[in-house]
Structure formats: structure tokens, C-alpha cells
């Protein structure tokens, strides 16, 4: 039997004196990224994970008779929601795919009721923003800074280095995997393998509260068809958008289904609140489903879903309600920055970002 869910308490949380230091810089920094791409291109995008491959709406249905440690916060009832989707890959600035980088997913949940977390008062939605990986790449903001800088100054740098840097990556993170090993610096400089973006599994990495207790999220793949692509490798060699046309090939005509799952909090040591780059262990504690999200077949991209979702709607953890508060160093840092990177390309762009209200058709 698994140990009892640890209790939510304020406790958790340790904050760090240089906190609001590094939130400062991480603040510029997203800044420049943004100014950067937007001097060249005429189009302010988002800092991180600036190119979409998907923009979808589908269902989320809250799974009927959870344990009570399960039923909590948006998940304390049977219900079903309506979400909004986004697939995108991590870099500030828009590549072609065969420079292959890491993959996120965000969510967002509509018409969801409860007390809001600050800054998001009015509102009434839940964003869960999960990237493809268990861990977030280091342990604290101001590790995450020195390499979001480094990053910085790769913006708009020549394309085609990019791309021969990336194909001698990818290279030599198979060979790693192939002997057990993995590199997450291969992988977040151009080295990530090519699968297929709906064979992902997708985690939120760092923590958030879990009505009366903490827990990490995922999102993996349900359906069969989405199963199937788990072992599916893109060639993306001279295709600009191969991942977004993948997409498109199997929503065109199928629909799918993905399973959203938490890993509960039980250990403290073992499952660390502040250090975001430690994967808890699921041996004896897995990701256990709490909903089914359906996505039914579609357009998965157009530039008309690019205006209203890239360009008209954010996702943070901290759209959402107090009894999912995100916790730790790196959530905490997410709320200035993210805020502010919203307003500075809602000011370029020339319209604010909002949160959006159930519409027939994304």
C-alpha cells in the first residue's frame, strides 16, 4: 500500500531572499526574446514555446467515483468541461522542425467555479501547462535564468547552424538512450528525437495543490490511435511545419483521447515541493487518472485558430483556482513572468491578451 497522501500547508514552500531578484531578470529576458523576434518579423510571440503545431477544443470529463484523496478541487465531482489545447515546442522564436527541440502541452479548462488565485479574479478557467518530460531541465528559477540567457542569444541567430547542430544531436541522444542514458542538454539545444506530438506523454513537472493535498499532473495518451504514435518517429528533414502536418493527417479525419493523470505528494524527500528538477518516483506511487479528455476530429491548425489562440489567449498555472495553486520555486517565478510577457506582446500586437469564454468553434 502506497503512504497517505501528504496534507497541503503553507509550510511546503520555502521562499528564497533573491526571489523577486531573479523574477526581475527573468522578466527582461523573456523581454528580449520577445523584442528580438518581433523587430524580425513584425509579430510579437511568445518568449517560450512560440510556434504552435495544434490548436484544439475538445472535453474533459471528470471520472465518476475517485477515492477522496482524488476527488479534489476541479476533480471533486463527475463532470464534463470544455478545453481548450495547444501543442507547441519550447524555443522563443519560430523554427523550421528539423531543428528539433522539446515539446509542451497546455490546457485549459473552461467554466470552472471556485475561488480564484490572485491575478486572475474574474475569470473562470484552469490552465494546466505540462511540457514533455517529468522534470523541468534545473531546480530553481535562478538555475533556469542562466540558461534561458544562454538561450537568449541563440534568438534569431543563422538558421542553418541551427539545423546541422540539431541532426548531430539527435544523433547522439539515440546513442545515449540506446545504453539507458539521456541528456537533457542534447535535448533542449536541438537534439530531441522526432516522435509524434499526439504519442507524447506531457508533465506539469513542478507541483501544485491538490484541493487538500499536492500533486504533479500529466496528460498521456488513451485512445489506441494515439497509443500508436507513441513509437512513431516524423521525418522532418525539408518540411517547415512536419509536425504540424502530422497533426493534421490523423485529426483531419480522427478523433482521440487523452488520459489526465496525478502523482500525489507522499514523501516530502522523495517528492520535493521546491526542486522541480527531481522526478518523483512511480514505482510505488504512478500518475493516476482523475479525467478523460476527448478531442473530436478537426482542423488542428489554421491561421484563423492561430489569431484567437496564439495570439488572443495565454496559458499559466496561475489561471486557474486556489485549489490548484502552483507551488515552488519555479511556479512562483512563472507568475510575474508570464503576466508581463502577456502584456509587453499584447501591447506590440496591439491587442491585450484574454482569457476566452466557450465558443462553438476555436
Request: aromatic share 6%.
Amino acid at each position: 500500500m502506497p503512504s497517505p497522501a501528504i496534507f497541503y500547508s503553507a509550510d511546503v514552500e520555502t521562499i528564497l531572499p533573491d526571489e523577486a531578484e531573479t523574477q526581475a531578470e527573468l522578466i527582461e529576458t523573456f523581454r528580449s526574446i520577445i523584442e528580438t523576434v518581433h523587430a524580425d518579423t513584425g509579430h510579437a510571440y511568445r518568449s517560450v514555446h512560440a510556434k504552435s503545431h495544434a490548436l484544439l477544443e475538445g472535453e474533459m470529463e471528470v471520472l465518476s467515483d475517485l477515492p477522496t484523496e482524488l476527488a479534489q478541487g476541479l476533480f471533486l465531482t463527475p463532470r464534463r468541461y470544455p478545453v481548450l489545447a495547444r501543442i507547441s515546442t519550447n524555443a522563443g522564436d519560430i523554427l523550421p522542425d528539423s531543428i528539433s527541440l522539446a515539446r509542451g502541452l497546455a490546457i485549459k479548462v473552461l467554466g470552472v467555479d471556485g475561488e480564484r488565485l490572485p491575478g486572475s479574479e474574474g475569470d473562470s478557467t484552469q490552465d494546466f501547462v505540462m511540457a514533455n518530460g517529468a522534470r523541468f531541465p534545473a531546480p530553481t528559477a535562478k538555475d533556469f535564468l542562466k540558461s534561458l540567457k544562454l538561450l537568449a542569444k541563440t534568438t534569431d541567430r543563422i538558421e542553418w547552424g541551427k539545423k546541422a547542430i540539431s541532426a548531430v544531436f539527435r544523433v547522439t541522444e539515440k546513442a545515449l538512450e540506446a545504453v539507458g542514458g539521456e541528456s537533457a542538454l542534447l535535448k533542449s539545444l536541438g537534439g530531441y528525437p522526432n516522435s509524434h506530438p499526439l504519442g507524447e506523454r506531457y508533465f506539469s513537472q513542478a507541483p501544485i495543490r491538490y484541493g487538500a493535498h499536492i500533486a504533479k499532473v500529466a496528460v498521456v495518451p488513451l485512445s489506441a490511435n494515439f497509443n500508436a504514435l507513441s513509437d512513431t518517429e516524423i521525418a522532418i528533414d525539408g518540411r517547415e511545419n512536419a509536425l504540424r502536418e502530422e497533426v493534421a493527417k490523423v485529426l483531419a479525419t480522427q478523433g482521440g483521447q487523452w488520459e489526465l493523470r496525478v502523482q500525489l505528494c507522499r514523501d516530502l524527500e522523495a517528492n520535493p515541493v521546491e526542486d522541480a528538477s527531481v522526478a518523483w518516483p512511480e514505482d510505488d506511487n504512478p500518475y493516476v487518472p482523475v479525467a478523460i479528455i476527448t478531442i473530436p476530429a478537426q482542423t488542428s491548425w489554421s491561421e484563423d485558430r492561430a489569431a484567437k489562440m496564439d495570439d488572443g489567449t495565454s496559458f499559466s498555472p496561475w489561471h486557474g483556482i486556489a485549489d490548484h495553486r502552483p507551488l515552488g520555486n519555479i511556479m512562483r517565478a512563472r507568475k510575474p513572468a508570464y503576466a508581463a510577457s502577456s502584456q509587453f506582446r499584447g501591447s506590440l500586437n496591439g491587442c491585450p491578451m484574454h482569457e476566452p469564454v466557450p465558443e462553438p468553434s476555436v
